[in-house]
């Protein structure tokens, strides 16, 4: 079955610290990737995305995410955290194409940020 | 455009009573798609549409929900009969089709928190 897992739940970087947040998942052949950020409340903003290509893709707000093949993970980076980082992170995949229909999440990963 | 809009922001609801969410989707998008959030979860996939049809649905969509998009444009998700178990963030997206090979990305609306009491 497609499935991503983020093994991390909760994680609690100091700022300015650097970040990796884990994201592996299981699918039949090289989905899509994603990584979506939630503030509390709210809806999900995309970070970043990996369709085919270079596998170090470069998103907004200082993210930045490697693509491994061998290793079915896309992990998601910052090399120095801010306070306004504080929420919630969702690896997502969907299959390529034309149904593109069923996006499909990781549980999330809670990132607090302390002073 | 203003991005994906959802309608109401918060509902709180008596459980039994029937509920209506709409979401508004960026006009150019052919394809609406509702995914469920509880607290601690991911989006967990509900259903979407490419135009007015309705091209897949989730198992989690029981018999009390259903959706529909009557003229392509905005779409309707309605529990009836609402349990404590539906309390959830509702979350609304959209996305151009295109050929296998394209990918245009999913826009996100803020959601309808749902809580049934």
């Known amino acids: 079955a497609q499935s991503v897992t983020q093994p991390d739940i909760h994680i609690t970087v100091s700022e300015g610290a650097s970040l990796e947040l884990r994201c592996n998942y299981s699918?039949?052949?090289?989905?899509?990737l994603f990584w979506y950020v939630q503030s509390p409340g709210q809806g999900l903003q995309l970070l970043l995305k990996?369709?085919?290509?270079?596998?170090l893709v470069q998103g907004i707000k200082g993210f930045e995410a490697e693509f491994k093949r061998s290793q079915s993970s896309f992990n998601l980076r910052k090399p120095s955290v801010h306070w306004s980082d504080a929420a919630e992170y969702f690896c997502?995949?969907?299959?390529?194409?034309?149904?593109?229909?069923?996006?499909?999440f990781g549980k999330g990963t809670k990132l607090s940020v302390k002073p | 455009d203003t991005g994906v809009s959802q309608d109401p922001r918060h509902k709180i609801t008596k459980r039994g009573q029937n509920v209506t969410f709409r979401c508004d989707p960026i006009?150019?998008?052919?394809?609406l798609y509702w995914y469920r959030q509880t607290l601690g979860q991911g989006p967990e996939f509900l259903t979407y549409?490419?135009?007015?049809?309705?091209?897949?649905k989730s198992r989690l969509l029981s018999d009390r929900f259903s959706a529909e998009r009557p003229k392509g444009s905005f779409s309707t998700l309605e529990i009836q009969r609402t349990e404590q178990g539906d309390s959830a963030m509702y979350l609304c997206?959209?996305?151009?089709?295109?050929?296998?090979?394209?990918?245009?990305?999913?826009?996100f609306g803020s959601g309808t928190r749902l809580t049934v009491v």
């Open positions: 997206a959209s996305s151009l089709s295109g050929p296998p090979t394209s990918f245009y990305g999913y826009t």
């Open positions: 699918y039949g052949a090289t989905p899509y």
């Open positions: 990996y369709f085919s290509g270079d596998t």
């Open positions: 997502a995949v969907v299959g390529r194409g034309g149904s593109q229909g069923n996006l499909i």
């Open positions: 006009s150019e998008h052919n394809r």
């Open positions: 549409f490419q135009n007015e049809a309705q091209l897949e």
